[in-house]
């Protein structure tokens, strides 16, 4: 028995290269950590891509790597807290890539404070970006999913929205949103060959993270994860093509926890 938890193989070691062939995926969030790893392995398994994101100086790079992976690739700016935005958004990927089969509501943000010292703006900023933007980007992208006879939809989450999330209150909440939302969405779309889902990762090692925690997370968070180690991008993204392709086609509604077990965890003492 290893003393290590093993690391997720590459994702091209998992999967067939035609995994989603004829599959045309639009990422949010889709710059930088998670979801650029995503965008780059969805291209490299037969999907063409978009990637939207605030930032467009991150997302060329990512449109670089599908293209040589094979795919057609676009990105565009977008502001996912307004309606307005994401409207404007979906249209020209369709426009450019002609299709939209699978959603990924990737954006996010965070900061760390204290519930008494959060203000409205913060809130408003953080809620925003999490529920309000994977609500109006389900919305919009979910009416041309239903008219084209189905899609997926894949939002990620996180293993805060199930407990308390003391310092991202709200994170907690935003997230626990996202969760309730994409049942919500699964139940009712069901019908329309719509499937919804949400991937909750727990302690992921990106740019992102690494950068809030001044350079490297604390080795005592540890301690927490039975797996005794932090996650990768690569652990999301394998779990994502997963829930995308035809071999999910009956996985709807689920939650599905990325962490190590950290969410298991109980300390002995």
């Known amino acids: 028995m290893t003393d290590e938890w093993p690391q997720t193989p590459p994702t091209t070691e998992l999967f067939a290269d035609d995994l989603l062939a004829g599959e045309t995926a639009l990422i949010t969030g889709g710059g930088t950590g998670i979801g650029k790893a995503m965008a780059v392995a969805f291209a490299e398994h037969g999907a063409d891509v978009a990637v939207a994101s605030r930032d467009m100086d991150h997302l060329r790079p990512v449109v670089e790597a599908a293209e040589d992976a094979g795919a057609d690739a676009f990105a565009t700016t977008v502001d996912i807290r307004k309606p307005e935005a994401v409207e404007e958004m979906t249209a020209t990927v369709l426009d450019e890539l002609g299709d939209i089969s699978i959603l990924v509501n990737n954006a996010g943000a965070n900061f760390v404070t204290p519930f008494e010292e959060l203000s409205p703006n913060g809130w408003r900023a953080v809620v925003g970006t999490i529920l309000d933007g994977t609500a109006y980007c389900t919305m919009t ?13 894949l939002s990620m989450g996180a293993t805060n929205s199930v407990h308390g999330a003391p310092f ?10 996202v969760h309730n939302l994409m049942q919500t969405v699964a139940s009712e779309w069901a019908d329309h060959g719509v499937r919804a889902n949400t991937i909750a990762p727990g302690i992921i090692e990106t740019e992102g993270v690494t950068e809030a ?11 927490d994860i039975p797996a005794d180690r932090f996650g990768t991008p690569a652990d999301c993204v394998s779990l994502a093509l997963f829930l995308a392709s035809p071999a999910a086609a009956y996985v709807t509604g689920g939650y599905y926890p990325v962490d190590g077990g950290q969410l298991l965890f109980s300390s002995p003492y």
């Open 168 to 177: 991202h209150a709200h994170s907690g909440a935003g997230k626990a949103g």
């Open 213 to 223: 925690a001044g350079g490297a997370l604390p080795p005592e968070l540890l301690e």
């Open 141 to 153: 992208v979910g009416e041309h999913l239903i008219e084209r006879g189905g899609g997926v939809v």
